[in-house]
């Protein structure tokens, strides 16, 4: 009897040794989806014997492919699999090699799929973590304060939403939107998100079905990461106009505001009650994290909120003064199939 579906499950990795055999464990364990499945780990050169590890793995199944990645980026990874593998499969699955996956994580994604009308399903993400920092970077993740409320982070309601962590896509909606645009280093999955709605497609989020996801464990990390997501988000607003939330739009302004603030308080130190409000709220937010943790690692908060707006912010601002984009169109080319 003819498997319901035929899925593709893509994993990019890039120096992934420690984690890839596992999360090729988690994915392919038991219970199994009805479906005719292909894992392909698309590799964009890891020098850490990721490829060794995934080869080893392969030759005792014939469900599993190692794909080398040219462009190292996983955007680029995931249309290249799709490519290769792509044709005659319904579904694409697009995993990640650094994070926690729940037994039956495929089925599910299948089930709420077929349960639905959507195009695409994405998932909340979980963050945690395994030093102090990590875990208050985690907490205040999933709070309004460090998120504004994102659906995706930390979410426990389903429904249509804008954007989440991808997870599933239909792959005829995936080829039609033209699969993810590699010049984007980050805020690529958004970015396609927005093509897709405009297209026509539905994303739904399913809050039961959950992955675990490690924040940057310095602060260094941490800002870095954030720099680039502020970027990458200043070219899609760009892109898609519109798609800016005032959750993201009170990141920039914090910027300018509080630096405005910090000058002219030299001409009246009333200025400096913005700021003393900022401080306070992220004073607030640690304290109270600290208490529902039961964790003094919660008053690590406070920092790492600081860290993530002004470095988000910041990249947002740098992002819209020195890189160059123009509005899309349903007939512009911007994906990465060909």
């Known amino acids: 009897m003819p498997h319901k579906h035929a899925l593709l ?111 695409a399903i994405v998932v909340p993400m979980d963050s945690v973590g395994a030093t102090c920092f990590q875990r208050a970077v985690g907490w205040v993740s999933d709070s309004k304060v460090g998120s504004g409320g994102s659906a995706h982070r930390g979410g426990a309601v389903s429904g249509y939403v804008d954007h989440g962590h991808h997870a599933l896509f239909r792959m005829d909606s995936f080829r039609a939107a033209g699969g993810y645009d590699p010049s984007f280093t980050h805020n690529e999955d958004a970015e396609l998100d927005c093509r897709q709605r405009a297209l026509g497609s539905r994303i739904f989020l399913d809050a039961a079905i959950r992955l675990r996801y490690a924040p940057r464990a310095t602060p260094r990390k941490l800002a870095r ?85 002004f470095a988000w912010g910041s990249g947002f601002l740098w992002g819209c003064a020195t890189l160059a984009e123009r509005p899309w169109t349903p007939d512009a080319s911007v994906g990465g199939l060909s």
């Open 9 to 119: 499950v893509v994993i990019p990795t890039l120096n992934e040794a420690r984690h890839i055999a596992r999360v090729i464990a988690d994915l392919s364990a038991a219970p199994r989806v009805d479906a005719n499945m292909l894992f392909v780990v698309a590799d964009g050169g890891s020098t850490d014997g990721t490829q060794a590890i995934v080869e080893g793995i392969a030759a005792g199944r014939d469900d599993l492919q190692l794909l080398h990645n040219p462009r190292k980026l996983q955007s680029a990874a995931i249309n290249l699999a799709v490519e290769r593998y792509g044709d005659g499969r319904d579904l694409l699955i697009r995993c990640d090699a650094h994070a926690d996956y729940p037994v039956g994580f495929i089925k599910n994604l299948v089930d709420a799929y077929d349960r639905g009308e959507a195009d």
């Open 225 to 309: 990461q954030y720099f680039n997501y502020g970027k990458g988000r200043s070219r899609t607003v760009r892109r898609h106009r519109g798609s800016l939330r005032a959750r993201q739009l009170a990141v920039p302004f914090l910027v300018i505001g509080t630096l405005a603030a910090l000058l002219l308080s030299y001409v009246t130190p009333i200025f400096l009650l913005l700021p003393a409000l900022y401080l306070a709220i992220l004073g607030t937010t640690a304290v109270r994290i600290a208490i529902d943790q039961r964790s003094a690692c919660g008053l690590l908060a406070a920092p790492a909120a600081a860290i993530m707006h």
